[in-house]
Each structure stands twice: as structure tokens, then as C-alpha cells.
């Protein structure tokens, strides 16, 4: 069994790599219970899928206009039923906490990064979009040299699209499938 978990936490690690978080997220959930089942809390197994569950759980952002790709912050939770995200960082490599300030900022000026776990709402043209849960995998500017967010769900029946950013939310808690 021990095989299987580790065979398990490279795959998840590759998912995420992948920006295929929601995958990873939720291959580190099973992981992380069944290793702590076998092996107990305190073994290096569980411990280390925890540790990647966490990093996988973590969700990064940008702040518009500018999407600084050097300006990383991290989204922590919504406030003022999702008009406001309260963030930390910038976000440095490696990481000092000390050094990030608490930041709350208009939604509308949040563009997830990319791997980031997100909710579509608030579309129109593509109104089947509205809930559904997606990775982000990549934004690019489209001839008007606004920014849309490539967004592949994690239901299979649905393609990719492109969402400008003021139309995805971040999920901090993927919903139960």
C-alpha cells in the first residue's frame, strides 16, 4: 500500500503541475485519509500528502489592471457576499510571511492564477458556464487587449472557454462531487 500512496502523491504532484488542481485536490483528499487510515497521522506518508494537499488548497491571484506575473498574492476568502477579496503578499520566492500585508480588494479586480480552482458566474452568451467549477490553465489578451481566462471544467461533457477574469470566482472549498 505504501507504493500505491506514493505512486499516488508523484501523480497528484504531476496534476498539479499540469494545472489540473481540482484533479490533484481531490486524489490528495482520498491519499491523505487512506494514509492516515493505514499508517497513522504522524507517518511520512500522511504527512507529506497533507503537506501537498495544502499546497494544492492554496489559491493565487493576480490584481488587475496591471497582472503583474511578478505580483502573486494569496487569495484567502471573500467578504461583503463577494464584492471584496481579502488577499496576502505579495508573495515571494522563497516565502516570508513576515514581509505580506493583508490586503482587501474589489473582486472585479482579481484575475486568478493559473492552476487556480474557480466558479463561473455572471455569464450571459455562455450562461450554461454559470456554477460550474474549472481550472484556470493560462489567460491570454484577446484583439481589444482584454484579458480572458482559459478555463477547463472538471465536468468532462464540457469544453474549454475563455472568461474574462470579473466572471469567475475563486473556490477555496471544491464542492463534493
Not at 520566492?93 to 482587501?104: A, K, L, S, V
Amino acid at each position: 500500500m505504501e507504493s500505491s500512496i506514493q505512486h499516488g502523491m508523484n501523480y497528484a504532484k504531476m496534476l498539479r503541475n499540469s494545472k489540473r488542481v481540482i484533479e490533484a485536490e481531490r486524489l490528495l483528499n482520498k491519499l491523505a485519509a487512506d494514509s492516515r487510515r493505514i499508517h497513522g497521522p504522524e507517518h511520512n506518508y500522511t504527512r507529506r500528502a497533507n503537506e501537498l494537499l495544502l499546497h494544492c488548497q492554496t489559491r493565487h491571484v493576480y490584481i488587475l489592471p496591471d497582472c503583474d506575473e511578478e505580483q502573486v498574492f494569496q487569495a484567502l476568502r471573500y467578504e461583503n457576499e463577494g464584492a471584496i477579496c481579502v488577499v496576502k503578499g505579495p508573495v515571494s520566492r522563497p516565502r516570508n510571511e513576515e514581509d505580506e500585508g493583508i490586503f482587501h480588494v474589489e473582486s472585479n479586480l482579481i484575475s486568478p492564477h493559473s492552476g487556480t480552482p474557480v466558479i463561473c458566474h455572471g455569464l450571459v452568451s455562455a450562461s450554461h458556464l454559470n456554477g460550474q467549477l474549472g481550472d484556470v490553465r493560462g489567460g491570454r489578451y484577446n484583439d481589444d487587449g482584454m484579458l480572458r481566462l482559459e478555463v477547463h471544467f472538471e465536468k468532462s461533457s464540457l469544453k474549454s472557454a475563455l472568461v474574462k477574469p470579473k466572471n469567475v470566482r475563486v473556490a477555496f472549498e471544491l464542492p463534493s462531487i
